[in-house]
């Protein structure tokens, strides 16, 4: 089997014209991993609520108010799906690719997402908005998928995609067997409550006190991915990239360009359709306390759609800009934190932590919404500059050594 992993995509290197394909694939993760930056720096890195009045005090102004509508709209919610996508399309590319059975391939695979759970919860003692446990949860739904028809995985990657079972849970929720009334006065205090502790670690808490914190905040996480549906978004997500990679539709760029631009072209307008039903829903009931269920269960719709259909503009947009010669210098360093996703992904949040939490820099207490965001540039291009370091010397990063010297229980060779 060739023993690429899901961070990154290695393709054998007789083969003419795969190079340029490999570093579009690992370009578009450098691409994810940006926005997805841009949201955690925004949010400052806490993944999870704060206070209300600290976040009013932070996040008032003009200039706060255009950079959450920017992110809201653009960034957040589009890309770690994107992420999740190239996820999906790496399983694909690997399965493709293998010269061993079946059975040996999938249970090396299953080996390797058992190290990724480990490898993810012990980020998650770091940072409760890890994404690498889930992965590894989810990836072993891959492996019956691996073995579906096309259309069968098409199919149920777009009803997963748009947030089908949870709009269904909502509305069973809403119409046929509605929750018991909780008072709302005693609910929004006690997330005030909650909010006020978590912040309490963030701000004054040391680094092992944040990872006892974590540690049992880990079922909070899996009950927030369950109500908010991103768990079915993320599956429908890597079974695209499923269908994709079998599809073949990264290894013939050349081939699919037509069929990329169409892509790009029905999701763009779509969104853009989309987006103006949502403006005259909100014109017409935002100013309501409370609007009737039907147009709030509605404007979720949309807003799964809308969201699901940007991240397919980005990755069809994107692998389109990349084919072209002036976007060309743009390439290699995206590719270069791509290659490294998993180290880059992890190391973005080692930098994170510490300069907005308290046992670091304390950003958090000092800076606001706008200047949070902007932080994002100066990590990233730290990222792009170590990654090219690195690879320059090195096979692997170093998060992607030790993965896959453990899937193979031998010490892989290292130097480049």
């Given at each position: 089997?060739?023993?690429?992993?899901?961070?990154?995509?290695?393709?054998?290197?007789?083969?003419?014209?795969?190079?340029?394909?490999?570093?579009?694939?690992?370009?578009?993760?450098?691409?994810?991993?940006?926005?997805?930056?841009?949201?955690?720096?925004?949010?400052?890195?806490?993944?999870?609520?704060?206070?209300?009045?600290?976040?009013?005090?932070?996040?008032?102004?003009?200039?706060?108010?255009?950079?959450?509508?920017?992110?809201?709209?653009?960034?957040?919610?589009?890309?770690?799906?994107?992420?999740?996508?190239?996820?999906?399309?790496?399983?694909?590319?690997?399965?493709?690719?293998?010269?061993?059975?079946?059975?040996?391939?999938?249970?090396?695979?299953?080996?390797?997402?058992?190290?990724?759970?480990?490898?993810?919860?012990?980020?998650?003692?770091?940072?409760?908005?890890?994404?690498?446990?889930?992965?590894?949860?989810?990836?072993?739904?891959?492996?019956?998928?691996?073995?579906?028809?096309?259309?069968?995985?098409?199919?149920?990657?777009?009803?997963?995609?748009?947030?089908?079972?949870?709009?269904?849970?909502?509305?069973?929720?809403?119409?046929?067997?509605?929750?018991?009334?909780?008072?709302?006065?005693?609910?929004?205090?006690?997330?005030?409550?909650?909010?006020?502790?978590?912040?309490?670690?963030?701000?004054?808490?040391?680094?092992?006190?944040?990872?006892?914190?974590?540690?049992?905040?880990?079922?909070?996480?899996?009950?927030?991915?369950?109500?908010?549906?991103?768990?079915?978004?993320?599956?429908?997500?890597?079974?695209?990239?499923?269908?994709?990679?079998?599809?073949?539709?990264?290894?013939?760029?050349?081939?699919?360009?037509?069929?990329?631009?169409?892509?790009t072209r029905f999701s763009g307008f779509?969104?853009?359709?989309?987006?103006?039903?949502?403006?005259?829903?909100?014109?017409?009931?935002?100013?309501?306390?409370?609007?009737?269920?039907?147009?709030?269960?509605?404007?979720?719709?949309?807003?799964?759609?809308?969201?699901?259909?940007?991240?397919?503009?980005?990755?069809?947009?994107?692998?389109?800009?990349?084919?072209?010669?002036?976007?060309a210098w743009t390439i290699h360093p995206?590719?270069?934190?791509?290659?490294?996703?998993?180290?880059?992904?992890?190391?973005?949040?080692?930098?994170?932590?510490?300069?907005?939490?308290?046992?670091?820099?304390?950003?958090?207490?000092?800076?606001?919404?706008?200047?949070?965001?902007?932080?994002?540039?100066?990590?990233?291009?730290?990222?792009?500059?170590?990654?090219?370091?690195?690879?320059?010397?090195?096979?692997?990063?170093?998060?992607?050594?030790?993965?896959?010297?453990?899937?193979?229980?031998?010490?892989?060779?290292?130097?480049?």
């Amino acid at each position: 089997m060739n023993p690429a992993s899901p961070f990154t995509t290695v393709s054998p290197p007789d083969v003419p014209g795969k190079q340029s394909r490999i570093q579009v694939v690992d370009a578009l993760r450098g691409v994810a991993l940006f926005g997805i930056l841009v949201v955690h720096c925004a949010q400052w890195f806490t993944a999870g609520s704060i206070p209300g009045s600290v976040y009013q005090g932070q996040a008032g102004g003009l200039a706060n108010g255009i950079t959450q509508g920017i992110i809201g709209i653009f960034f957040d919610g589009k890309f770690y799906t994107f992420f999740s996508f190239l996820f999906g399309l790496s399983f694909a590319l690997m399965m493709t690719r293998s010269q061993e059975s079946s059975g040996v391939f999938y249970r090396r695979f299953a080996w390797r997402l058992l190290i990724l759970g480990a490898i993810g919860f012990a980020h998650h003692l770091m940072w409760r908005g890890d994404i690498l446990s889930i992965y590894a949860i989810l990836g072993f739904l891959m492996l019956p998928f691996g073995r579906l028809p096309n259309k069968v995985v098409l199919v149920i990657a777009l009803l997963l995609v748009a947030n089908v079972p949870n709009r269904l849970r909502t509305v069973y929720g809403t119409y046929i067997s509605p929750p018991a009334k909780t008072d709302p006065k005693q609910q929004q205090k006690s997330f005030e409550q909650d909010a006020q502790t978590y912040y309490t670690v963030l701000t004054q808490g040391s680094y092992p006190d944040l990872i006892r914190f974590n540690a049992s905040a880990f079922d909070e996480k899996m009950q927030f991915q369950v109500e908010s549906g991103r768990i079915y978004v993320t599956l429908g997500f890597f079974l695209l990239g499923l269908y994709a990679g079998r599809r073949r539709l990264f290894q013939q760029l050349t081939d699919m360009k037509r069929w990329f631009r169409r892509l790009t072209r029905f999701s763009g307008f779509s969104v853009l359709g989309i987006t103006a039903i949502g403006l005259a829903l909100f014109a017409i009931f935002g100013s309501d306390k409370a609007p009737p269920a039907w147009a709030i269960q509605l404007f979720n719709i949309l807003y799964d759609l809308q969201s699901a259909l940007l991240t397919i503009f980005y990755i069809a947009g994107f692998t389109l800009l990349f084919q072209r010669r002036s976007w060309a210098w743009t390439i290699h360093p995206l590719a270069s934190v791509g290659k490294m996703g998993l180290t880059s992904y992890v190391l973005q949040t080692v930098i994170g932590t510490y300069l907005f939490f308290g046992f670091g820099l304390d950003l958090l207490n000092k800076t606001t919404v706008w200047q949070a965001a902007l932080i994002t540039l100066p990590i990233y291009l730290a990222q792009v500059l170590f990654s090219r370091f690195w690879l320059a010397r090195f096979r692997y990063g170093p998060l992607e050594w030790l993965w896959r010297s453990l899937t193979y229980l031998r010490i892989q060779p290292m130097r480049a």
